[in-house]
């Protein structure tokens, strides 16, 4: 597999022959869990815990490797690379059956608080444009594991939706100077038509023009442009973002089993590049913020139309249901 850049757009793809993937692999036991013969290596486990609770481990098939080196080249027109970079399993819960929406808002904030720490600490490498985190879960999702677990992914490039997002954010914020997602929230806030929940300084809304149905976008009230500075500072925040990332689960589960979450934060700034413009102002115009995707199989059609994003639940109506969600508490 390696990387190619479509000209065009400037988005990468991870692309090549991969036979293997698709194929179903065999049952064995759970890698994630405390007592398994075949446990991945620990990569960092959350600190000052009574029992451990989140875990980092190695993938044990990861898509980006440490060894090498990208070895960014031209292809006539075109840029390639290989697939250089990390790519982490984060165990939220040494329990096999504990998912998050079931976890309590303590081990969440572990969670939370690991991820930042190992975002943090792979942003050191120089190399690194971007860590993602995301969860897929359900079958329909892409859910790669039985236990419950997140992914990161260190990557020499940033991905396509945050680079649009960068891009955006920065225009508007030379037309306004004001953050485009500040301004979003204002407005959902004053309307509140679209605003499932607001806990702390945390909002759960569903966007105004949805690419799936039932899309929820968790977002911090204070503007900042990275989450992981957000979840390394005060733990009261840190319990407020669980607290509401649990229950906005609960929602979205009691409408379906699967969703795409992914944390957009900001790319690696320690390191800012002196070409793209958008690393200069990146803690002026860009804001942290939780994407999650719900997966509703009886909609398919909504995935089918991929250039233009169809969705047959207004962000209205979704918001309603959501709002309505029987939850735990
Ligand atoms: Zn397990
Ligand atoms: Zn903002
Ligand atoms: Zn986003």
Not at 12 to 27: I, K, L, N, Q, S
Not at 45 to 54: L, M
Not at 227 to 253: C, W
Not at 291 to 309: D, G, L, Q
Request: hydrophobic content about 35%; proline content about 7%; glycine content about 6%.
């Amino acid at each position: 597999m390696e990387l190619r850049k479509d000209p065009i757009t400037r988005s990468w793809v991870m692309t090549g022959d991969d036979f293997a993937d698709g194929v179903p692999r065999p049952e064995t036991a759970c890698r994630f869990c405390p007592d398994s013969p075949n446990r991945t290596q620990v990569i960092a486990a959350a600190p000052n815990a009574v029992s451990w609770s989140a875990q980092s481990v190695v993938h044990p098939t990861p898509l980006y490797h440490i060894e090498g080196e990208p070895g960014r080249r031209g292809d006539g027109i075109y840029d390639r690379m290989s697939s250089v970079g990390a790519h982490e399993v984060l165990v939220e819960n040494p329990r096999h059956d504990r998912q998050l929406w079931h976890a309590s808002d303590e081990e969440i904030g572990q969670f939370l608080r690991l991820a930042s720490e190992r975002i943090l600490d792979l942003k050191r490498d120089p190399r690194v444009k971007y860590v993602s985190l995301f969860k897929d879960h359900g079958p329909n999702a892409g859910q790669e594991f039985a236990h419950p677990t997140s992914q990161l992914t260190a990557t020499m490039f940033v991905p396509r939706r945050v680079l649009y997002e960068l891009r955006a954010g920065r225009e508007y914020f030379q037309a306004k100077e004001r953050c485009v997602f500040c301004d979003i929230l204002a407005q959902e806030e004053r309307q509140a038509t679209r605003v499932i929940e607001a806990h702390g300084d945390y909002v759960a809304l569903g966007p105004y023009a949805p690419r799936v149905p039932y899309e929820t976008w968790i977002i911090p009230r204070n503007h900042d442009a990275s989450f992981e500075r957000t979840g390394l500072s005060k733990p009261g925040l840190r319990t407020n973002l669980a607290a509401l990332l649990r229950r906005t689960l609960q929602r979205v589960r009691a409408l379906t089993e699967g969703f795409h979450l992914v944390l957009h934060t900001s790319p690696n700034s320690l390191h800012p590049s002196k070409t793209l413009g958008y690393w200069k102002t990146i803690d002026d115009d860009y804001h942290w913020h939780i994407e999650i995707m719900p997966i509703i199989a009886a909609k398919a059609r909504s995935y089918t139309f991929k250039e233009v994003y169809y969705s047959p639940v207004s962000s209205e109506t979704a918001v309603k249901q959501l709002r309505e969600a029987r939850i735990d508490g």
